[in-house]
Each structure stands twice: as structure tokens, then as C-alpha cells.
């Protein structure tokens, strides 16, 4: 599988790399399981320096080879998916014998789409950075981003009317978009940074995407090699349209509550953070209560979103064995309830500085 260009990537120690590669052998173990029937021998896994391939298998030597710049310059959630396409081509060889075919031919094709694998021979893996909008998508988007401007008005009505009206646009999109009965193309991203431990703030933050954006979230395991730990990120599903303006909100809400707590710290002279993880949670939920409000607003018009089964259906096949899990609340913390104030007054908005092309995103920095 062949990259398209990205910045040089940072080098790993031998030690960073080495526990990489166990973590890349575990991969490896786990997906054999749940995509493969358990039916792969356990290969050699190794790097190299190659620019023109992400990652390669040798079935002469039974030997998956990976591009050391998957790690930083695409992350851990591509080189998953390389290493996904690198191992079906695995299958082709070892369990249907189809050596009589072109690598990328029809047994393969075949392997890739019964278990929603990246069957492109190139280009990077189908993550949304840096994926094309259609014509119609990005007509939108453009229409949502200058409503998002608007809301950046000092009018604090003004701008509630402005954030109002890109929400009740993006509904209609999705709302016209689902029911001309088209297929609709997937894409997926990780949004944010991956942590070690997930907290509630960004647990809230996950659903409010879910909720009001018409994408599906779930967080996923990677593994950080720069720390050689493991850890957990937003995983984000859907249209690249919603993908994008998801991928903007939750740069956006993420840095907006960051800076009200650094508000609420100075009007209250308060010292430590003790409390900064209730007043984040407090803030995403006071925030999420305001768009559900909205949303029934909506709905006494006649816009009710139903959700997007083939969506659903496309999280699934990439997590075929997810799970629910619940998690103890600080909402009866005197700064969950101070955060949840200061929530409710966000207005979501575009920056008129930010630009339309920031780092993939088509709305531009949070």
C-alpha cells in the first residue's frame, strides 16, 4: 500500500520501537480473531524507511512490513488499517491459495470489502484527513461555515439566531441527503488526543458529536509510541461532511472549555485545578443540555432525525464487538454546577479569521 506525501516523521528509540512492534504483533492477534476466523499464522513484523509503500507483505518470508512514518506522521489509527489491508492479502495467500491472481485482484478485493478493509492498492488509508468533499458536500459546509461566523457576533442574540439556523441547516442537509435513498460513502477519523485514561468532560463530549452531528463515536484503544504506552481516542464516523464539521467542534469545545475554566479560575482567585475536571465535565454538559433544547425546537417544526442505519451499520463492521460502559458522574460537585453555567452560554462559531482549508478541516481551528 503506497502513502500519499507527508511530513518527515521523528524518530523512535530502539526501545520505543521494539515495544511498538510487540503492541503491533498484539494487533495483529486481535484482529486475526475477529476478521479472520483465527485461520493467519503469526508473521514477522518489522520497518522500514520506505517512502513509497506504507506497508507491505512478504509471503516468501512470511514478514508484514510497515512504514516507520506511519506512526507519526499518520498515527496509530492508519497504521491499524494498513496493517488490516497487509494482512488480507495475508488470507489470500495462506487460507484461499490464489496465486493465480493479480495481488489486488478479485479474491482479495472480495477478502477486503466482507470485512470493510481499504482495498486501494494506494493513497493513505481511509481515515478523513485529507479525503475530497463532493461538490454538494462541501457547497454545504461553506453555507454551515458562514452561518458559523455570523455566530461569532458580539449580539448575543444575533449570534443565538446564527448558531440556531447552521444547526437547523445541517439537520436539513442530512435530512434530504438520507432520504433521497443514495448511497452514502463512509470515512472515519480520530479526533483529539489519545490519553491514557478517559475522563468525564471528553466521555461528554463524545456523545454531545453523536447526539446533534450525525456521526457515530466510539472510543478505541492505540497505542502512543512516542510514550510507549497505550491509551484510548474518539473514534468518529460518518459522511465527510459531518466527519469535518464534528472533527471542528470538538477542537472547538475542547479549547472553549478550557479557556472558561482559566476564566472561572480568575474571577473566583483560584489557585490549583483541583476542580478542573467537574467544571470541563459541567461545561460539555450545560453545552449538550442547550442543543437538546434546540433540538426539540426542531422537532415542533417537523425535523426529526430518525438516524442513519447504514451508518450504524458501517461503525458496526469496523467494531463488530463493541460495548457499552457506564461511568460515575461529578455532577453534584459545586463546580460541575458552575461549569454546567458557563456551558450554557456557548454559542458555537467560526473564527472570521480561521481558514476554510486548516490542517484538513474544512471550517478551520477551533
Known sequence: ??????????????????????????????????????RLTCPIFCFTDSKSRL?????????IELSRSLLVD?????????LKHEMAHQYVDEVLGASDQTAHGPAFRRVCNE???????SGSPSDAAGAQTSREEQAALEKIARLLTLASSP?????????????????KYNLDASGREVARDYCFRHVGKPSGRVYEAPRILALILSEHFFVETIW????????????????????????????????FLTHTSERLW??????????GNR????????????????????TKTHRQHGLVWRGDAELSAFLKQRHPRSHWTRYASSQHQAAHAEGQRAGSTIVLHRGIGASVQNRGRLLGSG
Not at 499518520?74 to 494498513?82: C, F, P, Q, R, T
Not at 470485512?115 to 492498492?121: M, S, V
Open 115 to 121: 470485512r470493510g478493509i481499504d482495498a486501494r492498492a
Open 1 to 38: 500500500m503506497s502513502p500519499r506525501p507527508a511530513p518527515q516523521s521523528g524518530a523512535l528509540s530502539a526501545e520505543l520501537e521494539a515495544l511498538t512492534l510487540r503492541a503491533i504483533r498484539a494487533e495483529h492477534r486481535g484482529i486475526n480473531g475477529l476478521l479472520f476466523a483465527w
Open 262 to 271: 482559566r476564566e472561572h479560575k480568575r474571577a473566583h482567585a483560584i489557585s
Open 74 to 82: 499518520h498515527g496509530w489509527g492508519a497504521l491499524v488499517e494498513v
Open 155 to 171: 449580539n448575543e442574540h444575533e449570534a443565538q439566531a446564527a448558531m440556531a439556523a447552521a444547526q437547523r441547516l445541517m439537520l
Open 55 to 63: 506497508g507491505q507483505w512478504l509471503p516468501s518470508q512470511k514478514t
Open 275 to 294: 476542580d478542573r475536571r467537574a467544571f470541563l465535565a459541567g461545561v460539555m454538559t450545560g453545552f449538550r443540555n442547550k442543543l437538546a433544547s434546540q
Open 220 to 251: 478505541v484503544p492505540v497505542w502512543r509510541p512516542l510514550e510507549g504506552k497505550r491509551g484510548s481516542v474518539i473514534e468518529v464516523c460518518g459522511t465527510r461532511a459531518n466527519v469535518e464539521l464534528a472533527d471542528y467542534v470538538h477542537d
